[in-house]
Nanobody, 116 residues
Framework: QVRLVESGGGLVQPGGSLRLSCVASGSIFSIGVMGWYRQTPRNQRELVAVITGGSTTNYADSVKGRFTISRDNAKNTVYLQMNSLKPEDTAVYYC??????????WGQGTQVTVSS
């Protein structure tokens, strides 16, 4: 089993920035891909960004050029730097992990609200 604990969500004005962090613990040897997904009450959970152990990344088109995913394997931590935030980025953001995709493990979620 893998436990994922997110931090860093909150309220930010449009155009602002936030950085999410997610620390993995447990059977981390089984983790190949880590990432971030998000969900709103109206929509299904959607991929935001994923990163492999070798730092290959993949982003949703809606966040390309604004969000950056990174990973510190020594700290078992994945980050999501979010810049130029828009109201439509408002969602619960979930950390994910697994040997590959789709993910096997999920964090508890952290709320990101973009509003003036």
């Amino acid at each position: 089993q893998v436990r994922l604990v997110e931090s860093g969500g909150g309220l930010v004005q449009p155009g602002g920035s936030l950085r999410l962090s997610c620390v993995a613990s447990g059977s981390i040897f089984s983790i190949g891909v880590m990432g971030w997904y998000r969900q709103t009450p109206r929509n299904q959970r959607e991929l935001v960004a994923v990163i492999t152990g070798g730092s290959t990344t993949n982003y949703a088109d809606s966040v390309k050029g604004r969000f950056t995913i990174s990973r510190d394997n020594a700290k078992n931590t994945v980050y999501l730097q979010m810049n130029s935030l828009k109201p439509e980025d408002t969602a619960v953001y979930y950390c994910s992990a697994g040997r590959t995709v789709p993910p096997t493990y999920w964090g508890q979620g952290t709320q990101v609200t973009v509003s003036s």
